[in-house]
């Protein structure tokens, strides 16, 4: 066959535009790693002093397949509303756990407890979980310009395995398969892990009305 020959080639999918608003997917996590904390996986804030996990989610299958969003976890920092932001990042995080290793969030069974727990942050790195995709509207921008950002993909919640709508790792979407992001390493399971979510319990997610983003904290 000829490179040249372009009648055999695949036609390229649109691009553009966001994710449409509480579409569910499996997607895969990739931290950016930002230089700060254990591991050095916590990036810094330029203006607050935060620490967060810069977290990168590309979509597995589906009509999606291969697309990408972005959220930042503030886990540290210096004043009452940073810890308050920690606190809904661990429920958060919590939640993208029990997703990625198939537990019920009422689950309070020793292996449900040693699931939760991971050796570090660094061991997000890689977990396949179920994902409601949401939209978020764009904002001014700050250069007194009047133009507004574009709208953009986020994290609405993980969806755990009591939801219907959870995709159980290994199965398939209809329509094309899930393609493996390149420099995946996937994730693994160890029950005698020791807990990194600042000790303690990380509150389990309370759960959206109608698919909208839920109120955590």
Not at 35 to 61: N, Q, W
Request: hydrophobic share 35%; aromatic share 8%; charged share 20%.
């Amino acid at each position: 066959m000829s490179f040249f020959d372009f009648n055999t080639a695949e036609s390229p999918r649109p691009r553009g535009g966001v994710i449409p608003n509480n579409t569910v997917a499996q997607v895969v996590l990739a931290l950016r790693f930002g230089g700060h904390g254990p591991d050095r996986v916590l990036k810094a804030s330029s203006r607050s002093g935060a620490l967060m996990l810069d977290c990168e989610f590309t979509v597995m299958g589906g009509p999606h397949d291969t697309r990408k969003f972005w959220s930042l976890f503030v886990v540290d920092g210096d004043t009452e509303g940073h810890a308050q932001a920690a606190g809904i990042s661990r429920g958060q995080l919590r939640a993208i756990v029990e997703s990625a290793r198939g537990i019920n969030p009422l689950d309070t069974s020793p292996e449900a407890r040693a699931g939760r727990q991971i050796a570090g942050f660094a061991e997000l790195d890689g977990m396949i979980f179920t994902a409601l995709i949401g939209v978020e509207k764009g904002k001014p921008m700050a250069d007194g310009s009047g133009d507004i950002y574009d709208d953009k993909n986020i994290l609405s919640m993980a969806i755990t395995p009591e939801d219907s709508r959870y995709i159980r790792n290994g199965q398939q979407f209809a329509g094309k398969p899930a393609t493996q992001p390149q420099g995946f390493k996937g994730s693994t399971f160890k029950a005698d892990r020791p807990a990194a979510f600042g000790g303690g319990e990380a509150p389990a997610p309370k759960s959206a009305p109608n698919g909208s983003a839920p109120a955590w904290g």
